[in-house]
Nanobody
Framework: QVQLVESGGGLVQDGGSLRLSCAASGRTFSTYNMGWFRQAPGKEREFVAAINENGGSTYYAGSVKGRFTISRDNAKDTVYLQMNSLKPEDTAVYYC????????????????????WGKGTLVTVSS
């Protein structure tokens, strides 16, 4: 089992920045791919970004590319999502995800290519 706990959400103004963190426990962190997803009110959950086990490969949704950066620190068992130039349409609950059965690339292109989910953290961007 893997436990994922997100933090860092909050209220930010249009154009502002936030950094989300996800602390993992339960298995060797460096053996699984990590990702971030989000779900806006009234919408389905969507892929945001993913990173492979050693941090050497990253993948992004088109809507966040160039504004968001995913990274990981395997020594701290933590994955991060740096979000810059935030827009009101980025408002959502952001979920951390871990994949042992799927590649990081698959997390972004396949439905449900996730083995474990966090409980989410709310990000609200005001206009």
């Amino acid at each position: 089992q893997v436990q994922l706990v997100e933090s860092g959400g909050g209220l930010v103004q249009d154009g502002g920045s936030l950094r989300l963190s996800c602390a993992a426990s339960g298995r060797t962190f460096s053996t699984y791919n990590m990702g971030w997803f989000r779900q806006a009110p009234g919408k389905e959950r969507e892929f945001v970004a993913a990173i492979n086990e050693n941090g050497g490969s990253t993948y992004y949704a088109g809507s966040v590319k160039g504004r968001f950066t995913i990274s990981r620190d395997n020594a701290k068992d933590t994955v991060y999502l740096q979000m810059n130039s935030l827009k009101p349409e980025d408002t959502a609950v952001y979920y951390c995800a871990a994949a042992i059965s799927y590649t990081a690339e698959a997390m972004g292109v396949m439905n449900n290519a996730v083995d474990y989910w966090g409980k989410g953290t709310l990000v609200t961007v005001s206009s």
